[in-house]
């Protein structure tokens, strides 16, 4: 291995000293209250807005099946994503904010728990799952939908406290931004 591989490697941490996939051991981490909040966004066409709005989509209650599918999406994330610690999580809500105007779904996920280790890949596989239910239940309708930016908007607890990011970056359903 290169010594700039090695650099690299030793600064990731789910790699070993020769570049080797590894489980992070979080035994001697400090156990604390964690939380993350991520946020996915859909644009579509304002009629499947209203189609969504008005509890006529044919396979049934959007939002009602996307906020399901997040919770348990976020419940199932160390068996989707490779070197994930199973969680036993306190709390997974999804929100949902829909704007007719610009055809647009904004989705906010929130995992939170007492632990050893931090609830961000929750939270996104949350975001995107409850996204990808949306698609598919819209995709009949519209199947030019667009998900996307899916990120990390906020994480505390930890020996690093609070993460947020930035208001210049973050995502703002009434700032009508355009995945």
Not at 74 to 95: N, Q, R
Not at 141 to 162: F, R
Request: aromatic content about 2%.
């Amino acid at each position: 291995m290169s010594q700039l591989n090695r650099m690299k490697a030793s600064q990731l941490t789910h790699l070993n000293a020769d570049g080797s996939a590894l489980m992070v051991d979080v035994s001697d981490k400090s156990s604390s209250k964690r939380e993350a909040i991520a946020s996915a966004l859909i644009t579509t066409q304002p009629q499947v807005i209203a189609l969504i709005e008005q509890a006529l989509v044919k396979k049934g209650d959007v939002l009602a099946s996307a906020r399901i599918a997040g919770i348990m999406a976020a419940k199932k994330t160390s068996e989707l994503i490779p070197l994930c610690h199973p969680l036993a999580l306190a709390k997974v809500s999804i929100e949902f904010e829909l704007n007719a105007e610009t055809g647009q779904i904004f989705i906010q996920s929130l995992c939170r728990l007492q632990g050893q280790t931090g609830v961000e890949m929750e939270a996104l596989t949350a975001a995107s799952v409850a996204a990808l239910t949306i698609y598919d239940m819209c995709k009949a309708v519209d199947p030019a939908m667009m998900i996307g930016p899916i990120q990390l908007e906020q994480k505390t607890g930890g020996k690093n406290g609070l993460w947020q990011r930035s208001q210049q970056a973050a995502l703002s359903p009434t700032e009508g931004n355009q995945a």
